[in-house]
């Protein structure tokens, strides 16, 4: 340890010697002998029992709510009682029918004006919204007003799924369970995508995209804390799926089959690309469809209540069921439609349009509805109208590829997608094009498209969603990498103003603001903060030894930076000695919080430095009988030679 100044083998009066000190926790102690791949412990498995309950709470919830959305089709467009899920294109009203969507559109806006705003729009933004700002707390009246106005708004023919409200239905049930128990934000947020990715498992009969849509878009981590909680949930509810489905209470999975065919390859691979490259921008035209309506209504602020704009979103639903009616509902029959190939081209261009229209209208008027049904029915059409030229594959496998590469691209949950297409038909022949597709439609998404149609709402109030997951540096980095060995340290009989005067400002101790008192041998006896220099400046008999105090925190060299960011944040503290694990006396450096930025440094120098490793030089071969050269050839020299160049951000060199 440099720097160390003579001082007395004595300590001072009152500096006994040092006891070990505690860090806070066993964990932490110990940690060089715990660090492991996860961190989650065995207080996870307390909050299974509850993940089982959210799943059959949110698969009762979220088919009560397919059988709401019946009863209303059923009354608003054939005037009987019955909850089977029917659709409204068959309906025989003519003009009357374009008034039934604008009286679901009063319904709803007085529902939101005198019950809770927060069920305008089509629940997923909603959910993220509670989740990143709300501490995963969601009200109670919201799990009844939610499904309510979301099943009359598409009973009344709303163009919308029930997978969006039943996200957040089952998120809301997820909430209301962990906030009547003790449990941590964190926790809470677990239970809450829990629940929605349960309703979005118990509608499609999809566990397993179910849990992936809840992990890349709604859990905002991928730990086991988590995903193990949702898989649980997710797999709950199709159970309870598959059992209603077998005393015929449900339709059975898949709820798209398709016909077979032999596995997709070769050129139809080229085609699933231009599809994923069409699906993405696609994307882009869904999503600013969306928000330039929403742009619209908003300027009517100051002269019409938002209350009465879903009824203008109505009227619009309306004039575009005379339209194209198969537009209308849920459309989940001609989802199926798409698929089976059944819909010509001028039907598929239909559809896309009028869907889009009437869709993106009522979203912006902030109705009550989801978002994912109608992706996918205009993603299907723009895959089966593709489909007709494209060769190798019939219409409706093109239809597959155009919904999964519109979901990957407008939700940008690609592996979601992928999952999704599969599960909703169970066509495994085409994951590999599915995979294609989606990919490609993802990547287009990200270029042209700043934020989706999710995180642009959330981002519209004020907050911002970072969707992408990397490894914190924090994580893989240790104290004894960035910790500065190189350390002032001070005796105990050293005055205080005398150091004060000596710690110019701008010097490398200035900069230093914690300073460690050792005794003669070098053993820490103490530390002195930099406000207590201040404090005692005044005082010439007040010596180091007099001022210094226990450390409250130490770090050890082999533990990760995480742990110290994570000490120093609940300590409130910006600097902490670092010290020997066996002997807590022995100071070997210190790390603040500008050290931890240098993890960050370092990984921003393998983002950004761009390196040659190997080089390539022409060798020619012996003299032929002619005596010229033989051919030459390029070979990977036997000594690599390296050349980097740094690049500002935003930067690429090209070869």
């Given at each position: ?38 961190t ?7 909050l ?28 608003f ?23 039934i ?24 933004p909603?959910?993220?919204e ?38 957040l239905?089952?998120?809301a ?14 926790q ?6 829990a ?36 898989g ?11 059992v209603m ?76 069921g ?20 059944e819909?010509?081209?001028g039907?598929l ?12 209208g ?43 590469g ?13 999952i ?5 038909t ?15 439609a993802?990547?287009v ?9 999710l ?52 010097t490398?101790a200035?900069?230093q ?32 030894g ?15 930076l995480?742990?110290?960011?994570d000490?120093?944040?609940?300590l ?27 993890a960050r ?16 030089r ?37 070869p």
């Amino acid at each position: 340890m440099s720097g160390v100044e003579e001082s007395s083998t004595e300590a001072p009066c009152g500096a006994s010697e040092p006891e070990p000190i505690e860090v806070g926790s066993d964990r932490d102690h110990s940690q060089s002998d715990t660090l492991g791949d996860f961190t989650t412990t065995p207080s996870v498995l307390k909050l299974v029992p509850l993940a089982i309950l959210i799943g059959a709470l949110g698969a009762g919830i979220s088919l009560a709510l397919l059988d709401m959305i019946g009863f209303f089709t059923n009354l608003f467009y054939y005037q009987r009682i019955s909850v089977h899920l029917v659709s409204p294109n068959a309906n025989t009203l003519g003009w009357i029918a374009v008034i039934i969507p604008v009286g679901g559109g009063l319904i709803v806006g007085i529902m939101a004006r005198y019950g809770s705003e927060q069920i305008r729009g089509h629940g997923i933004p909603e959910a993220m919204e509670r989740i990143l700002i709300n501490g995963s707390k969601v009200q109670p009246r919201l799990a009844i007003l939610k499904p309510i106005s979301s099943a009359i708004s598409i009973g009344s023919g709303g163009p919308f799924g029930a997978e969006g409200p039943i996200i957040l239905t089952g998120g809301a049930v997820g909430s209301i369970v962990g906030q009547l128990l003790h449990l941590t934000a964190a926790q809470r947020r677990s239970l809450l995508v829990a629940g929605a990715a349960a309703g979005m498992s118990a509608v499609f009969g999809t566990p397993v995209a179910a849990t992936l849509f809840g992990v890349e878009l709604l859990a905002f981590e991928f730990r086991p804390r988590s995903m193990v909680l949702i898989g649980i949930a997710a797999a709950t509810a199709d159970g309870l799926r598959m059992v209603m489905a077998s005393a015929h209470l449900v339709a059975p999975q898949p709820i798209f089959p398709v016909p077979s065919h032999a596995p997709l390859g070769g050129v139809v691979l080229l085609g699933a690309a231009g599809v994923g490259i069409a699906c993405g921008f696609a994307a882009w035209l869904m999503t600013q469809a969306v928000y330039r309506f929403e742009d619209l209504f908003k300027k009517l602020t100051g002269h019409i209540h938002w209350m009465w704009w879903p009824m203008i979103g109505g009227l619009l639903i309306g004039l575009g069921g005379l339209v194209d009616p198969r537009a209308l509902g849920v459309g989940y029959d001609s989802i199926h439609a798409e698929l089976l190939g059944e819909l010509g081209i001028g039907a598929l261009i239909s559809l896309f349009v009028v869907k889009l229209v009437i869709w993106s209208g009522a979203l912006g008027s902030g109705t009550s509805g989801g978002i994912l049904a109608p992706i996918m029915m205009m993603g299907a059409a723009l895959g089966g109208v593709l489909g007709h030229a494209l060769p190798g594959a019939s219409p409706g496998v093109w239809a597959l590829l155009g919904l999964s590469g519109a979901m990957a691209g407008v939700t940008r949950s690609p592996f979601t997608a992928i999952i999704f297409a599969f599960e909703l038909t169970h066509d495994q022949n085409s994951l590999l094009a599915l995979l294609v597709a989606a990919t490609i439609a993802h990547l287009v998404s990200v270029l042209v498209l700043k934020r989706s149609i999710l995180t642009e709402k959330v981002a519209r109030r004020g907050f911002h969603v970072m969707r992408e997951y990397a490894v914190d540096p924090l994580e893989a980095t240790f104290v004894r990498e960035v910790m500065e060995a190189e350390v002032y340290t001070i005796n105990p009989d050293r005055s205080i103003p005398d150091l004060y005067s000596t710690l110019a400002e701008g010097t490398p101790a200035r900069r230093q603001r914690l300073y460690p008192v050792v005794d003669a041998s070098g053993r820490l006896l103490g530390i002195v903060p930099w406000s207590h220099v201040l404090a005692e400046r005044s005082h010439p008999r007040r010596t180091a030894g007099d001022a210094m105090v226990r450390p409250v925190a130490v770090a050890y060299p082999d533990e990760i930076l995480r742990s110290i960011a994570d000490r120093m944040a609940s300590l409130e503290l910006g600097v902490l000695p670092v010290v020997d694990r066996s002997d807590p006396t022995n100071l070997l450096g210190l790390i603040s919080q500008f050290d931890l930025l240098r993890a960050r440094q370092k990984l921003l120098e393998e983002e950004r430095t761009v390196e040659r490793i190997l080089t390539l030089r022409r060798v020619r071969g012996p003299l032929r009988g002619d005596g010229t050269d033989g051919s030459a050839s390029e070979v990977p020299l036997d000594g690599v030679a390296t050349t980097s160049v740094s690049l500002p951000p935003g930067e690429v060199e090209m070869p």
